[in-house]
């Protein structure tokens, strides 16, 4: 499950942009649980979130072309959750580093070095399908580079956010990127369904990797964001990355936020049996196209989730929303493995993407009020791994019990494993239940 920026201060970086005019607060009806789009009137925040856009959909035609090539090679979908795992220990490694080295140098300079190594791997994935190969060890080489870059990308991304715009418009900010990349997720694998039958994998990756130029000069057209006073003088070391992990142990609430998360998405993320279903539960409708829904369902849902919002924003039990929002998600993913039917088996993964949008919300609000300012590009790395190693373990734990009990078994399970566990945890730990604001 996505998890939202935390807020800090705007440093002189964000000052230096011109103040746009206050936006009218929200009115009654329908502005009350629209999206706030005042970010978007300070230039240097819509430079970043414009090229999100364009990558959001190119970074899911390499998400889907990677796990059907390897697919297509071997026939199996233990191998596709192997090669995840692949790109699963450097992108831990590099996101707990990246954020201590997003808090001790210039984040654009950062984001500049990553988003050209990203950039690489992408005209490498490109070159060797163009090159008809067909190595699953080549792609996973390939995809453990990629992972490091994104390690080393994700926590200064977004820490960057708070620097870019005023702490009273980090929550539209993060509502507003979430929605973004959740567009992207829909998007992406649909256009990607529809463009390997008729264009095939080599051209899926070039195209990303020409989205990924478009990201590079969103970002260098950004202002410097140096570390506020008081951490240059730090260094990336084990150290503060180890100091990260202490913060988080000393905020419980904190702490069994992310366990909801690790829950749901290790035992409740299916996405490895994605192609498998495609090629034999939902042949009949067409593999491509059943590839393409079944891996936009969930960020559908979400998006939808997003523009809606304001439906359940302001609630004040958070701890309650989280674990609410984690039951529905492991309902909605048991029901969509017993679901033969293609349209039946979106309808419950979009359910399941509504409440993956309930959950990012409220852990996000919990990280508002517990992160302070000179742990943010920590939190982030850290919040980096939860949110992008939990679904590569559930890869590996996904395709392999699929290939032994077969998909949908394993799809069932897993939910209702969801289910059951944060009920446990629930009763167990009152923190996360009695927290609220």
Partial sequence: ?????????????????????????????????????????????????????VTA??????????????????????WVGYASLAGLLPMVVFALW???????????????????????????????????LDSVAVLMVLLAAQQAFFGLNAPARTASVARLVPADEMAAAN??????????????????????????????????????????????????????????????????????????????????????????????MPRALFPQLAA???????????????????????????????????????????????????AAIAGFGLSGSLWLAVVFLAAAGIADMVSMVFRGAILLSAATDEMRGRMQGVFTVVVAGGPRLADVLHGTAGAAFGPRAAVTGGGLLVVAVMLVLAAAVPALRRYRI
């Fill in 57 to 78: 959909v190119g970074s899911q035609l390499t998400a889907v072309a990677v796990p059907k090539q390897i697919y297509d090679i071997t026939g199996s979908s233990a």
């Fill in 1 to 53: 499950m996505t998890t939202s920026e935390s807020s800090t201060p705007p440093d002189t970086a964000a000052e230096k942009e011109p103040e746009p005019p206050d936006a009218p607060a929200p009115g009654r009806g329908w502005r009350r649980w629209a999206m706030d789009t005042r970010p978007l009137r300070r230039p240097a925040y819509r430079r970043l979130w414009s090229s999100t856009i």
């Fill in 175 to 268: 509502a507003l990127g979430s929605t973004v990349m959740q567009t992207g997720l829909v998007a992406g694998p649909l256009l990607a369904g529809a463009l390997i039958p008729v264009v095939g994998l080599p051209e899926l990756y070039l195209i990303d990797a020409v989205a990924l130029c478009v990201t590079l000069w969103a970002v260098y057209r950004l202002p410097a964001l140096p570390p506020l006073g008081g951490t240059a003088v730090r260094r990336a070391g084990l150290r503060e990355v180890l100091a990260g992990f202490r913060y988080i142990a000393r905020h419980k609430v904190l702490l069994l936020s992310f366990l909801a998360d690790i829950v749901a998405m290790v035992f409740g």
């Fill in 98 to 132: 990246g954020g201590a080295v997003a808090d001790t140098m210039d984040r654009r300079r950062l984001l500049l070095i990553t988003n050209t190594g990203i950039a690489v791997t992408s005209v490498l994935f490109f070159a060797q399908a163009a090159a008809g």
């Fill in 280 to 330: 034999e539960t939902y042949a009949p409708y067409g593999e491509g196209l059943a590839l393409g829904l079944l891996f936009a369902a969930i960020p559908i849902g979400a998006v939808l989730g997003g523009l809606f919002s304001g439906t359940f924003s302001r609630a004040r039990r958070h701890g309650w929303m989280v674990i609410g929002a984690v039951v529905a998600w492991g």
